[in-house]
């Protein structure tokens, strides 16, 4: 499917208006994950693209404020790391992962994304989930990319001098354990307000982008303990 019109979406929880494109060179899958998409309600008119490219044309040409991508295939590593990221709307974009094989993790720990999934783990409930975390501007992973980057990071040496305060610690071994805000508000006796306070505060302190990028440093500068706690 190639659609070619304005797709919005409503977020019926937050009332804002999104964009939404799925990107799969493989017809079945593209077709089957707009019709996901479609009954989870998170949208009701997403877009399907064979390639990259009309995909980000279509978002350049939305008058959204936002979007969302979700990018499959054999593909859609090449052309993500070839094109990037939209450069006129904010987008969070999602890779499906085929499989879990090593090299295909690597590749994909390398890609602008903000969130990933497992091919054999898609589901209607999957992706209602997938919403939820990606709302609370979360960053979704499957247990075999943390382990392979947990792996990755456990060969390498070289801890990096940092000053946290007791409660940022404490924060910082939770996602470095793979804790979402909710579980590290529960865990910690604070508001998730508090903990989105303290993740800003990590992202900051440790120059990182995302929640993946600080468990990741903190793991490779011996901040956390390599083991959850």
């Not at 993790?105 to 919403?131: N, T």
């Not at 792996?151 to 939770?174: C, H, I, W, Y």
């Not at 590290?184 to 306070?197: D, N, P």
Request: proline share 5%; with cysteine.
């Amino acid at each position: 499917m190639t659609g070619t019109r304005a797709t919005t979406i409503r977020h019926q929880a937050a009332g804002t208006t999104q964009a939404m494109v799925v990107c799969d060179d493989r017809e079945v899958m593209r077709l089957g994950l707009v019709k996901m998409l479609q009954a989870t309600r998170w949208s009701s008119d997403p877009k399907g693209f064979s390639s990259l490219a009309p995909a980000w044309s279509h978002l350049a040409a939305s008058p959204a404020p936002s979007a969302i991508a979700i990018l499959g295939g054999a593909s859609a590593a090449n052309e993500l790391a070839s094109a990037g990221r939209p450069k006129n709307l904010a987008t969070q974009i999602v890779l499906m992962l085929r499989d879990s094989e090593a090299a295909h993790l690597a590749v994909a720990a390398e890609l602008p994304v903000d969130g990933y999934f497992l091919e054999e783990d898609l589901s209607v409930s999957m992706l209602a989930s997938l919403r939820s975390r990606l709302e609370e501007h979360e960053f979704p992973m499957p247990a075999p990319m943390a382990q392979f980057l947990l792996g990755q990071l456990r060969s390498s040496t070289g801890p990096f001098p940092v000053r946290l305060s007791t409660r940022e610690q404490a924060v910082l071994q939770l996602i470095a354990d793979g804790a979402t805000n909710k579980i590290i508000a529960a865990e910690l006796g604070i508001t998730v307000h508090g903990v989105k306070h303290h993740v800003a505060n990590l992202l900051k302190e440790l120059g990182c982008a995302n929640r993946t990028d600080v468990a990741a440093t903190a793991m490779r500068r011996g901040l956390v303990a390599a083991e959850p706690v």
